[in-house]
């Protein structure tokens, strides 16, 4: 209903890129581990100070404590607790295909990032890096509101990175983190990057091929890079699925309790048949275990001046958050009409 945003992650093309794609999983790296070591750096001192100066004038010992220990805290989860997963913007910078995806032997993945971040559960907060010559400025506001103070220290970066065109996603923990899969829209293979493992021209141990094989079943969209003609700008040229499946991945029909869909079309002109077929979108989901509810958005109808389908669903027994999924009629329509196995 809304524009896509897609980002890119570029990998080096190793084994362990590929059995992270195939589990259908990140890596969030914590702060120490980036290639920059200025990562989440500020003038400590200098915020200490400026806490010290004020509570001489106005502030009571108790409340200047209390910031110096809420800065103390940011400082020490940014750096220690929280993961930190980088993405562009940009799939085709040259810069970037040769620093990160191994002299442009590697590959790079585009996510849907509304798929992306819909699909993961210790997500903290997102954004674009803001560039800057120096470090950022964090002021006495900044200490009462640790989501503002945060943001300032992992979203602040040296303009000498500036032509890498960031986009960052912070998690409330490092390590592997597993996302739904279909926020992997497409795979991008490098200049470099072998067709096969038995091309001896190139010294990889991940091929195009290999690549194609891990993601069947998918519906990944693959692309070649190539240099454009007479420039040195880069092109991306679609490229045959080596490995089209009919089985789609992580796919099966759930049972669904059909005492929790509401018809009620407040006034909406919306035939039962919607709700219905919404239903049977959603009980084929991959992540689905049980429904939520199924009923007209008044709230997103309003905002769209349209009818909208709302459907959650819980991924497990224990999962307390549902998943929300909005449809348009026109999404019901489209999605329903690719179903196969009605």
Same mark, same amino acid.
């Given at each position: 209903?809304?524009? *896509? ?7 080096? $093309?190793?084994?362990?890129d590929l059995?992270?794609i ?14 920059d ?11 200490? #100070?400026? %806490?010290n100066d ?6 009571? &010992?108790?409340?200047t ?6 800065l ?11 993961? =930190?997963?980088s993405l ?5 910078d ?7 995806? #191994? ?9 849907d990032?509304?798929k992306? *971040? #819909?699909?993961?559960?210790? /997500?903290?907060?997102? $954004? +674009?890096? #803001?560039?800057?010559? @120096?470090?950022?400025? =964090? +002021? ?19 303009k ?8 960052r996603?912070?998690f409330?923990?490092? $390590?592997?983190? +597993? ?7 497409? %795979? ?30 998918? @519906?990944?969209? !693959?692309?070649? %890079?190539?240099?454009? *003609? ?12 080596k ?7 992580? !796919? ?13 079309t !407040? @006034?909406?002109?919306? &035939?039962?048949r ?6 049977? /979108? ?5 992540y689905f ?10 709230e997103?109808?309003g ?5 909208? /389908? ?7 027994e224990?999962?307390? +958050? ?16 690719? /179903?196969?196995?009605?």
């Open positions: 209903m809304e524009r *896509k945003l897609r980002l890119y992650k570029y990998r080096s $093309g190793s084994t362990r059995q992270m195939k589990d259908d999983q990140l890596y969030a790296s914590p702060s120490h581990k980036l290639n070591p200025c990562e989440v750096l500020f003038e400590h001192e200098l915020v200490k #100070n400026k %806490i004020f509570a001489k004038l106005i502030t009571p &010992p108790p409340i404590e209390s910031l110096l220990h809420q103390d805290i940011v400082c020490e989860s940014t750096k220690n607790k929280t993961g =930190i997963y562009s913007k940009n799939n085709l040259e810069l970037l295909w040769a620093y990160y995806a #191994n002299s442009h032997k590697g590959f790079c993945i585009g996510y990032l509304d992306l *971040k #819909n699909g993961l559960n210790s /997500i903290g907060h997102m $954004g +674009e890096i #803001n560039y800057s010559n @120096g470090f950022p400025s =964090i +002021e006495m506001c900044d200490l009462h509101n640790r989501v503002d103070l945060l943001n300032k220290m992992a979203f602040t970066k040296s000498r990175w500036q032509h890498e065109g960031e986009f996603i912070l409330n923990k490092h $390590g592997c983190i +597993e996302y739904d899969y279909r926020a992997v829209e497409s %795979i991008y293979f490098g200049l470099n990057m072998p067709e096969t493992l038995g091309d001896q021209q190139y010294n990889t141990l991940v091929s195009q091929d290999c690549v194609m094989k891990a993601m069947q079943g998918r @519906g990944v969209n !693959y692309y070649k %890079i190539t240099l454009m *003609k007479n420039s040195y700008e880069l092109d991306a040229v679609k490229v045959q699925d490995y089209p499946s009919d089985q789609k991945y992580k !796919y099966s029909i759930k049972e669904i309790d059909l005492t929790l869909i509401d018809y009620n !407040y @006034g909406w002109d919306v &035939p039962q919607i709700f219905d077929k919404a239903a049977e /979108i959603v009980r084929r989901d991959p275990k049980n429904l939520n509810s199924i009923h007209l958005s008044k997103k109808s905002e769209y001046e349209k009818p909208v /389908i709302f459907a959650g669903y819980f991924k497990d224990e999962c307390c +958050e549902p998943v929300n999924l909005f449809f348009t009629i026109q999404d019901i329509e489209d999605r329903y009409s690719q /179903i196969q196995d009605i």
